[in-house]
Every structure is written in C-alpha cells, then in structure tokens.
C-alpha cells in the first residue's frame, strides 16, 4: 500500500502535494516522493524517510510549477531508499510515473526492455512501466494511447499517476484493483489514492474503476475504459470530517483494517497460486529444492497474535508435511535451551518486523547456523533484513494496535508456505494442492460475505457487552483461534477472557461456568465438530451462554447456542481465516459499547522494540 497524490491547475503545486501526502501517510511512510513539471524538465525530488524528511529536502527551493505528482512509499519490490522511491522515469527522464500496487510479471517485462537497452536505476517493480510507456511511445504518438499500450503487458494491480514532458499540464490516471480518486475543482482538479489528500482542497470527486483511464488537465478531465470509450462519471460529493475520511468514514481503525481483510489477502495472494498447474511460486524466499528436502524439523517463533498465527502453522505444517513444527512465543524460546540442528528451518511471523523478543529468538537460531524465514508486514523492516528468505504480507499499515489483518495475511503466508514446501517434497499430491488453493482463492469473498453481517454481529456484542468474563473455546486448529478470540477481546474491552482447548474444559477451567458466563465456541464442520459440540453440551448443562461460530445452516448448534455467528464452509484446513473474522468483530462492538479507546487501548504500542 502506498499514497499517490497529484495536482495540475494555477497554484504551485509543491504545498498542495506535500499536504497530500502527509495525509496519506498511513498507506505507508518509508519514503517519499514529487515531480514538478519545470520550464523544460522535471523537478524530481526524492528521500528515504517520512513526508517530512521530503517537506525538509524541498523546502529551502523556489519550485513553482503547477503540475505535479507526490508519492509516499510502502516497500514491496526493494528496499526503503532513494532510489526505490517514487516517482521513475524513463531513461531521458521524460516521464514520471507513481505507483500504488504490484506488477506480478515485472521480471519478465524488465529483462524485455533492458534487452531493448532500457537503464534500470532502482530495484521496484513500478520502474518498468515509465519504461515501457517509453517504449510504446516510440510507435504511438499520444501519451494516453501508449500508456494504454503499456498497460496492456501488464499482469497485477496498479493505481498510477503519470506525466510526460511533452504534454505539459497533463496527468494521465489508471486503475486496476487499487483505488484511486479524481478530485475536481475550479481552473485545477487532482488525483489520489484516498479521500484526505484532497479534501482541503475539493469535495467533488470521481471514483475511479477498474480498467479506466483518465486524461486530466486543470480545466477537463476525461474518463475511459478498457476499450478507449468516454465513460460519464458520477460526481459524488463527500460530506466526512478530516479524520474520518483518513478512516474513510469507518469510526475506528480497527474496523477500517478488519473490512480491509479480503483486499490484504488478495495482495498477499498475488501471483503465488496457480491452479490449473498445481504450483506455487515462492522461489524467491530463497530455499533451494536439495535443502527443501533435507528440512528435519521448523521452529516457529512470534509474540502474541502473531504466535497464535504460528500455531495455526504448527498444525498445517506437520498435518500436512509430516514435519515435525515447534511453535514458541519468543520470549519464553529466547530464555530455554531449544535444541536445534542445522537442518532445521527457523520461522519468525512479525508484523511490524521490530519486536525485541521475537528478533532475539532470531538471533539466536542464527548464531546456531540454522537458516532463516520472516513472515512480515514490512519490508526495510529489522526482521526481513536479518533473514534468509521473506514471505512479504500485504497487509499495508496496520495502525489499530490490536492486529486484525496482519493476522490473516500471516496465515495465508503460512497456507502458500506449506503447500510450497509440501508440492517440492511430494507431501501434497498435484490434485489435493489444487484443490486447496480453489478453496483459498475464495476466501477473500467468503470474508466479504461475514462481514456483510457485521450488524448481526454488534446485536450479540451489545447483548453481551456488560459481562465481567468471557472464555473462548476450540479445538485443533481452532484452538489457536479460540487464543486469538480472547486476545482481542481483552485487548480492546478490557474484558477478562481465556482461550481454552475444548478438551482441556474439564480439567479445570468448567469450574467457572456459570448463568453468567459467556462461552464463544468455535463449532465449524472438521474432524473435532462432534467432540467441539459435547463440550458445548457440557458447558450448557452448566448454565453457561454459549455463542457459536459455526457454518450457516448448522441446525446441531443453534439448538445448544443463544447467539450463533454464521461463516460459510470452507476446508476444514483454512477455516481459521474465516473463524477468526466474527471474532474479532465481536471484540470491536462489545469494545465500542463500552466506549473504550479501541485504536489505541490502554498500557499497549503497536510495536514492542524492549524486551
Ligand atoms: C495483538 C497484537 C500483538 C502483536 C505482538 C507481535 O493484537 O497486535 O499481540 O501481535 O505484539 O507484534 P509483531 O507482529 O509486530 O511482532
């Protein structure tokens, strides 16, 4: 995720651009970004670091033009720098482009032009197309055909803002699968990746959609789609305050990031699956095939959700590779004696890649010669430079300190990992592969369709939101999610709550049911249902309340359930993904009920960085 701001008018555009992107800075904030159109050339500005660290680079120079685009940066191709910042050019600097997405074939396409004696100067996959629009413009005249042209080769998502010299004034806009919004204003009008750029400056704005492209000027924009058709475009007026727009109109973001999930994990997605030949792309994690096959044993260490994360992988990993899969919360791995051989496979899920305990653990390993993995949500981050190899979670900023799609992205990671390592030792047949990555494929939707039933979910939370305890049950690979369930909860309610095996319930923990007790258990279709729905017997003939997520349609549950939150089936093998979704819905309502501080809740950081 990254911001992309832009202006053409009869204002200066420098103050307008920076502005923007300081609003737009929670899509990310590695580096940023401006090209200015100049008498004759580009004014390109560039720096690692926030917007400020830009706003301080420029501000001791005369810039008055008044075209211009702005980019704040989220590494996914290369590392937080100058010279991966946006915006890229062309080789004679001609055209700029910015850059919100990814270009999934840009190996491909890099060697084609470098082949075409094309310089390449920075490491992103962005690069490519300035080049490529370079490259079109040698047969078409007009800068819009050629970045249609251009856009064409390309495979993956793009939200892009480009200016060549030779149309001075202009900025061409397009969209796949990323937003992008043109704002309209008097004698000037904008571009940007979201609401709060732009709306100092206008409240009119076009959303853009997919496939469209956008001629803009100060006094015209024109809209067209995939065929080069003029689109009529509704004009929508917003009416949100400042900090709700950066929210973009959802009261918290917590919420914001939990409705965000089906877009993170179709980042996170991107062109790894490919069905119809049974085969992951995970290559560039760097594992080779001999050491593949020679893994004897994968330590798995986190801190947190992240953790609960890394227990699901526990399960998948030795279910389905027959590995054996440690799984340890850092800090408790950093201070025992863990006996680990060379051959073994390190493992550390981090979101914000920075966590003191989870890096020490990490350390560790390495000091032991063991090779090592980072699952995490940052690229330029403590743990992808330190590790071996990275699976990048595209989750984009994570701002709501309790995690919501950090967490599910890590476990997608964990789900592509598995079937990599299952597919090069013969673990996982072609057709069993198949058939599990159709099923992830559509999770994305089958999220959409739980939180369409969000309102549901805030009834049983405010039924609920008065209670002292709560406890939280699972099994399996429900179990980690039953932790993660009661995690949330506490975190944000301050709500007591525990995470329970169901099995374990009688071993302790059933003393303290009673009429006043909540128990969420998780009851979808799987090889323990049967045994999960005793324990829920048991616990009814306790008098407890029992809230179930189970599959829509289950008629066995809502007979012993007072409150059941419906998912749609799926394998048994990805049903965390949609179990965890409820949950923590019902941990922001009962939250919000309480009116507690739910992005920032109390004694907690986004990113512990002391032990
Ligand atoms: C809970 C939560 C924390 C983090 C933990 C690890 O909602 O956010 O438990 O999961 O502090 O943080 P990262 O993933 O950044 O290492």
């Not at 994690?285 to 001999?290: A, F």
């Not at 369409?452 to 405010?462: L, P, V």
Request: aromatic share 6%.
């Amino acid at each position: 995720m990254c911001g992309i701001v832009g202006y053409t008018g009869n204002k200066a555009a420098l103050p307008i651009l920076i502005g923007g992107l300081k609003k737009l800075e929670y899509r990310g904030y590695d580096s940023a970004g401006i090209a200015i159109g100049g008498p004759s050339a580009f004014i390109l500005r560039r720096c690692k670091g926030k917007v400020s660290a830009l706003d301080k680079l420029v501000s001791s120079e005369k810039i008055n033009g008044k075209t211009g685009l702005g980019h704040t940066r989220w590494a996914t191709h290369g590392q937080p720098s100058e010279e991966n910042a946006h915006p890229h050019t062309d080789c004679r600097g001609r055209i700029v482009v910015v850059h919100n997405g990814i270009i999934e074939n840009y190996i491909a396409l890099r060697k084609k032009l470098k082949a075409k004696k094309h310089k390449f100067r920075s490491e992103t996959d962005t690069e490519i197309i300035p080049h490529l629009i370079e490259e079109k413009l040698k047969k078409e005249k007009n800068l819009l055909k050629a970045v249609r042209k251009a856009i064409a080769d390309i495979r993956g998502s793009y939200a892009l803002g480009i200016m060549s010299s030779d149309e001075p004034g202009t900025i061409i806009a397009a969209r796949k699968d990323t937003p992008l919004i043109i704002g309209l204003g008097k004698n000037e009008n904008f571009i940007a990746s979201d609401i709060p750029a732009i709306l100092k400056h206008t409240r009119d704005i076009i959303l853009l959609d997919d496939m469209e492209t956008a001629v803009i000027k100060p006094d015209s924009v024109a809209v067209f789609d995939s065929a080069g058709r003029t689109v009529k475009k509704k004009i929508s007026r917003i009416r949100w305050n400042p900090s709700m727009a950066e929210r973009e109109g959802y009261r918290h973001f917590m919420l914001k990031e939990i409705f965000e999930q089906p877009r993170a994990i179709q980042d996170t997605l991107r062109g790894k699956l490919n069905p119809a030949k049974g085969y992951i792309h995970l290559e560039d994690i760097g594992l080779t095939v001999p050491y593949v096959k020679k893994i004897r044993k994968i330590f798995i260490v986190a801190c947190g959700t992240a953790y609960h994360a890394g227990m699901v992988g526990k399960f998948l990993i030795e279910k389905m590779l027959g590995i054996p899969c440690e799984t340890d919360i850092a800090s408790e791995f950093r201070y025992r004696s863990p006996v680990m051989n060379k051959s073994d496979l390190f493992i550390i899920i981090s979101q914000s890649g920075e966590t003191a305990d989870t890096l020490a653990a990490l350390r560790m390993a390495k000091k032991r010669g063991l090779k090592t993995l980072s699952i995490c949500n940052v690229i330029g981050s403590s743990a992808a430079r330190e590790t071996n190899g990275m699976i990048f979670t595209h989750a984009g900023p994570e701002i709501g300190v309790a995690s919501t799609k950090a967490f599910t992205t890590q476990l997608i990671a964990l789900y592509l990992l598995t079937l990599y390592l299952g597919r090069i030792r013969g673990a996982i047949p072609r057709q069993e592969a198949v058939r599990i990555m159709t099923a992830i494929l559509n999770i994305p939707q089958q999220i959409r369709l739980i939180l369409r039933k969000s309102k549901a979910i805030a009834k049983t939370a405010r039924k609920y939101s008065k209670k002292r305890d709560f406890l939280y049950i699972g099994r399996n690979l429900n179990y980690p999610i039953a932790l993660e369930g009661a995690l949330k909860l506490k975190e944000i309610s301050y709500i007591h709550a525990e995470g329970y095996a169901a099995g374990e319930m009688k071993h302790g923990p059933i003393a303290l049911i009673d009429k006043d007790m909540p128990i969420v258990a998780i009851a979808t279709a799987g090889g323990v249902y049967e045994k999960l729905l005793s324990n829920v017997q048991e616990a009814r003939a306790r008098n407890g309340i029992i809230i179930a997520v189970a599959n829509t349609g289950d008629k066995n549950i809502s007979k012993s359930a007072s409150d059941v939150l419906c998912v749609p089936v799926t394998l048994e093998e990805l049903s965390p993904l949609l179990n965890v979704i409820p949950l923590q819905l019902l941990s922001y309502y009962i939250a919000l009920y309480r009116r507690c501080d739910i992005d920032q809740p109390r004694n907690l950081a986004k990113s512990v960085v002391v032990e």
